[in-house]
């Protein structure tokens, strides 16, 4: 009864149905944006309009369409997938290897009858032909007047490597879902701070309780004022407040802090930070708004406690220099960093007040997954050597001889005819 269960698990139509729901509910996966909030699915999937004309909110919450890839379904249908693999690795891909590996002699001149490529010789050298066969690459297995010859039995372990290298991704993905997280953080310069802010984990996720300071961030620019790249250097604490690991990051260039990853995702302008006359520090807060696409800030700097007359700051880089308009919004000029600003009460000019944005995520699947693709472009390259048998049997001053090849059949055929030439 248990091999029966596992001879249909190992069975492809088995394996192809369960690979067409996976493929199925990623599309679905795709299709449907993932752990978002429970308005977003409100607004963009109501109950009176389901969008395709039945999909609503409801129902997504209802069967974990808005995460998955981490509903246990879907975990079933990966377990099931990577059972099937397991099961036909083992029920046919390695009992196929151990046959190819036995020496299959042909013992009756019938059984040639069956290859597609065979011939009958009456003027022959039975040595040179071995010889000509061994000088092919062939392994050669004799018993007296019969001989069996085979080659490339290397490219039959191709499809045992395809199952374990999807086996490997399978599990990679598994672990990646269960124990991997991402988090944004968006943190002012100068400022230390703890991971909190998830936006999605596993089941089984630990969210570490390390420290984070960022020491500085700036921005390089190109010579026409385009964004060149980001950096941001980060300090990694201790429960004491003691530096383990600084590194400057910039995109695609991440912080590695034990397999969690800090990478350079975004970047936010606060305020703007003035000095008065009496050594008084002021810090205008700056509001973020888009001009055709491109990200401005400007701030009110009052020039009465009534907040009615005053001046328009606008920035829109880290440059350092800002831009003053009047309340009419006449342009006065530009204010650079430690330029003072002539009003009622002088400022001068201090600080851009800047914050990061970083993406901090793990997923210790990844290098299984790695491995996996490693096994899969192996397989692919080992699927290239040709598996090819010959047969021979000497019998009656004749020589029976025969081959067969699993592709590459012209080439065999070419090597065969020089063989017997």
Same mark, same amino acid.
């Given at each position: 009864?248990?091999?029966?269960?596992?001879?249909?698990?190992?069975?492809?139509?088995?394996?192809? #149905?369960?690979?067409?729901?996976?493929?199925?509910?990623?599309?679905?996966?795709?299709?449907? *944006?993932?752990?978002?909030?429970?308005?977003?699915?409100?607004?963009?999937?109501?109950?009176?309009?389901?969008?395709?004309?039945?999909?609503?909110?409801?129902?997504?919450?209802?069967?974990?369409?808005?995460?998955?890839?981490?509903?246990?379904?879907?975990?079933?249908?990966?377990?099931?997938?990577?059972?099937?693999?397991?099961?036909?690795?083992?029920?046919?891909?390695?009992?196929?290897?151990?046959? &190819?590996?036995?020496?299959? #002699?042909?013992?009756?001149? $019938?059984?040639?009858?069956?290859?597609?490529?065979?011939?009958?010789?009456?003027?022959?050298?039975?040595?040179?032909?071995?010889?000509?066969?061994?000088?092919?690459?062939?392994?050669?297995?004799?018993?007296?007047?019969?001989?069996?010859?085979?080659?490339?039995?290397?490219?039959?372990? &191709?499809?045992?490597?395809?199952?374990?290298?999807?086996?490997?991704?399978?599990? $990679?993905?598994?672990?990646?879902?269960?124990?991997?997280?991402?988090?944004?953080?968006?943190?002012?310069?100068?400022?230390?701070?703890?991971?909190?802010?998830?936006?999605?984990?596993?089941?089984?996720?630990?969210?570490?309780?390390?420290?984070?300071?960022?020491?500085?961030?700036?921005?390089?620019?190109?010579?026409?004022?385009?964004?060149?790249?980001?950096?941001?250097?980060?300090?990694?604490?201790?429960?004491?407040?003691?530096?383990?690991?600084? =590194?400057?990051?910039?995109?695609?260039?991440?912080?590695?802090?034990?397999?969690?990853? %800090? %990478?350079?995702?975004?970047?936010?302008?606060?305020?703007?930070?003035?000095?008065?006359?009496?050594?008084?520090?002021?810090?205008?807060?700056?509001?973020?708004?888009?001009?055709?696409?491109?990200?401005?800030?400007?701030?009110?700097?009052?020039?009465?406690?009534?907040?009615? *007359?005053?001046?328009? &700051?606008?920035?829109?880089?880290?440059?350092?220099?800002?831009?003053?308009?009047?309340?009419?919004?006449?342009?006065?000029?530009?204010?650079?960093?430690?330029?003072?600003?002539?009003? =009622?009460?002088?400022?001068?000019?201090?600080?851009?007040?800047?914050?990061?944005?970083?993406?901090?995520?793990?997923?210790?699947?990844?290098?299984?997954?790695? #491995?996996?693709?490693? #096994?899969?472009?192996?397989?692919?390259?080992?699927? %290239?050597?040709?598996?090819?048998?010959?047969?021979?049997?000497?019998? *009656?001053?004749?020589?029976?001889? $025969?081959?067969?090849?699993?592709? &590459?059949?012209?080439?065999? *055929?070419?090597?065969?005819?020089?063989?017997?030439?």
């Amino acid at each position: 009864m248990n091999q029966k269960i596992f001879r249909t698990v190992a069975d492809l139509r088995f394996s192809i #149905f369960i690979l067409l729901l996976i493929s199925i509910f990623s599309i679905t996966g795709t299709i449907i *944006e993932q752990d978002q909030s429970l308005e977003f699915y409100k607004i963009n999937y109501p109950l009176t309009n389901p969008v395709f004309g039945f999909l609503t909110w409801a129902q997504i919450l209802q069967f974990g369409l808005d995460h998955v890839y981490k509903t246990w379904w879907f975990f079933i249908l990966i377990f099931l997938f990577g059972l099937s693999l397991i099961s036909c690795t083992f029920l046919q891909q390695l009992p196929s290897l151990k046959i &190819a590996r036995r020496c299959q #002699f042909f013992r009756k001149p $019938g059984q040639f009858y069956r290859l597609k490529i065979f011939t009958t010789l009456t003027n022959f050298s039975f040595n040179k032909i071995l010889l000509k066969i061994k000088d092919n690459q062939y392994s050669i297995f004799q018993q007296k007047n019969i001989v069996y010859c085979y080659k490339g039995l290397t490219g039959r372990i &191709a499809p045992i490597l395809v199952h374990i290298s999807m086996i490997l991704i399978l599990l $990679g993905t598994i672990i990646g879902s269960l124990f991997g997280f991402k988090a944004q953080e968006i943190v002012p310069k100068t400022e230390s701070f703890h991971i909190q802010n998830i936006l999605n984990n596993g089941q089984l996720t630990f969210i570490p309780k390390t420290s984070t300071r960022i020491n500085d961030f700036w921005i390089t620019y190109t010579k026409t004022r385009t964004i060149s790249q980001f950096y941001s250097d980060l300090s990694i604490l201790d429960n004491q407040g003691n530096e383990i690991n600084r =590194k400057t990051i910039s995109v695609n260039y991440p912080l590695i802090h034990k397999n969690v990853y %800090y %990478y350079q995702t975004d970047w936010n302008l606060i305020g703007l930070r003035f000095k008065t006359k009496t050594n008084e520090t002021i810090e205008y807060p700056l509001l973020n708004i888009l001009d055709n696409q491109k990200k401005v800030w400007l701030t009110w700097i009052s020039n009465n406690n009534s907040l009615s *007359e005053g001046i328009i &700051a606008l920035i829109d880089n880290l440059e350092g220099y800002c831009s003053i308009y009047n309340e009419s919004g006449i342009f006065l000029g530009n204010v650079e960093l430690n330029e003072t600003v002539n009003l =009622k009460q002088p400022l001068t000019f201090l600080e851009i007040i800047s914050s990061t944005g970083l993406q901090i995520k793990t997923d210790p699947g990844i290098p299984i997954i790695y #491995f996996g693709f490693f #096994f899969l472009m192996l397989s692919t390259l080992l699927s %290239y050597i040709t598996y090819s048998q010959i047969w021979i049997i000497q019998k *009656e001053q004749k020589l029976f001889i $025969g081959g067969t090849t699993n592709r &590459a059949l012209f080439n065999f *055929e070419l090597e065969f005819f020089k063989l017997i030439k």
